[in-house]
T-cell receptor
Framework: GAGVSQSPRYKVAKRGQDVALRCDPI?????LFWYQQALGQGPEFLTY????????KSGLPSDRFFAERPEGSVSTLKIQRTQQEDSAVYLC????????????FGSGTRLTVV | GQQLNQSPQSMFIQEGEDVSMNCTSS?????WLWYKQDPGEGPVLLIA???AGELTSNGRLTAQFGITRKDSFLNISASIPSDVGIYFC????????????WGLGTSLAVNP
């Protein structure tokens, strides 16, 4: 597509509920990144895919966070047993190559855990 | 996680004024990037810097990659109301050239 598409745009989850956030990258982009942006903060790296391979998941805050990109295109970020501290905007970005150059960000999913 | 030191935190200026903001790091960075984020949107890249000392312009925006590789600045000349938003610096260091490390942002308000 023309840009990076994320869905849903907004999600309200009750504490303890599981959520799944979707990212459709720009067609043909090799690299896909997930970032978490808390209110009033800069984004923080969560994980990175090159095609279907998850090459870096060092930023995932706990084992409740899981990301996949099974066919090297669409990616899903799953959060199990959500907690209030998970409330944030989750940003997805894709780029044509292997580095951060040429990143294009989606508009994000705002997750609110109540 | 690690974040860059970005200042000022916020600015309120008159239309037509010039603006300057900067970012510093305690470690050497290989890349410096400047982004603008509007409410409800993802960050949009303004300027990318790849070499120490590099000075790059994009319209009214000018940014420089510091000689020490530990800092960068962004200048906006002759500000206009649509410059309103949050400006972020970001970069990559030698440890991981894929992962962007971000500042906390500079919130810019422009009084017409």
């Amino acid at each position: 597509g023309a840009g990076v598409s994320q869905s849903p745009r907004y999600k309200v989850a009750k504490r303890g509920q599981d959520v799944a956030l979707r990212c459709d990258p720009i067609s043909g982009h090799v690299s896909l990144f997930w970032y978490q942006q808390a209110l009033g903060q800069g984004p923080e790296f969560l994980t990175y895919f090159q095609n279907e391979a998850q090459l870096d998941k060092s930023g995932l805050p706990s084992d409740r966070f899981f990301a996949e990109r099974p066919e090297g295109s669409v990616s899903t970020l799953k959060i199990q047993r959500t907690q209030q501290e998970d409330s944030a905007v989750y940003l997805c970005a894709s780029s044509p190559g292997g580095g951060p150059y040429g990143y294009t960000f989606g508009s994000g999913t705002r997750l609110t855990v109540v | 996680g690690q974040q860059l030191n970005q200042s000022p935190q916020s600015m309120f200026i008159q239309e037509g004024e010039d603006v300057s903001m900067n970012c510093t790091s305690s470690s050497i960075f290989n890349t410096w990037l400047w982004y603008k984020q509007d409410p409800g949107e993802g960050p949009v890249l303004l300027i990318a810097l790849y070499k120490a000392g590099e000075l790059t312009s994009n319209g009214r925006l000018t940014a420089q990659f510091g000689i020490t590789r530990k800092d960068s600045f962004l200048n906006i000349s002759a500000s206009i109301p649509s410059d309103v938003g949050i400006y972020f610096c970001a970069g990559t260091n030698a440890g991981n050239n894929r992962k962007l490390i971000w500042g906390l942002g500079t919130s810019l308000a422009v009084n017409p």
